[in-house]
């Protein structure tokens, strides 16, 4: 999850230079990011198995409070 144009390019630049050819699935926030996994909002639910980057700076909810409400689930 990136809200930051440049910092979510470096990472899908970094992941395609190490031939990682995973789906990278990008939301802009810790809202956004807890509706694709629990399908909620009209949000396509995001099926396991899955790896979740997470920044610890986010609008609306954070990556900390992210990590936690998943955690609580």
Avoid: F, H
Wanted: no cysteine; hydrophobic share 40%.
């Amino acid at each position: 999850m990136e809200d930051d144009d440049v910092d979510a390019t470096t990472v899908v630049r970094g992941l395609t230079r190490a031939d990682i050819r995973n789906p990278v699935i990008r939301v802009r926030d810790g809202i956004e990011a807890m509706e694709m996994l629990l399908g909620t909002n009209g949000k396509e639910k995001l099926l396991p198995p899955y790896i979740l980057l997470v920044d610890v700076r986010m609008p609306r909810l954070d990556g900390l409070g992210l990590v936690r409400r998943i955690r609580s689930q």
